[in-house]
């Protein structure tokens, strides 16, 4: 099991930058981990993962502006976003993903408010 906090989020005017962090109580190494985010009356949605190998993918919507990292020495999860918009408001989530039991954990959420 592994606990995970979130830290980074803040309020930023549109075209700024934002870099969010997930500090894990544990090894990540075996984890997939994952950004999701979710605004105010929308369902969660997945916006970039990493696997323990370091292949990623991202949301079609944040494709070229966010980028997802990891330093597994650290035991911590990045998510730079840059050029955000209003629309990339929402509560950003870490999740950390066993491949083979498909046990999942989450953290708390930071909050990223984009407005002028």
């Known amino acids: 099991q592994v606990q995970l906090a979130e830290s980074g989020g803040g309020l930023v005017q549109p075209g700024g930058s934002l870099r969010l962090s997930c500090a894990a109580s544990?090894?990540?190494?075996?984890?997939?981990m994952g950004w999701y985010r979710q605004a105010p009356g929308k369902q969660r949605e997945l916006v970039a993962a990493?696997?323990?190998?370091?292949?990623?993918n991202y949301a079609d919507s944040v494709k070229g502006r966010f980028t997802i990292s990891r330093d597994n020495a650290k035991n911590t999860v990045y998510l730079q976003t840059n050029n955000l918009k209003p629309e990339d408001t929402a509560v950003y989530y870490c999740?950390?993903?066993?491949?083979?039991?498909?046990?999942?954990?989450w953290g708390q959420g930071t909050q990223v408010i984009v407005s002028s």
């Open positions: 990493i696997t323990r190998g370091g292949s990623t």
């Open positions: 999740n950390a993903l066993q491949p083979l039991t498909r046990n999942d954990y």
């Open positions: 544990g090894s990540i190494r075996v984890y997939t």
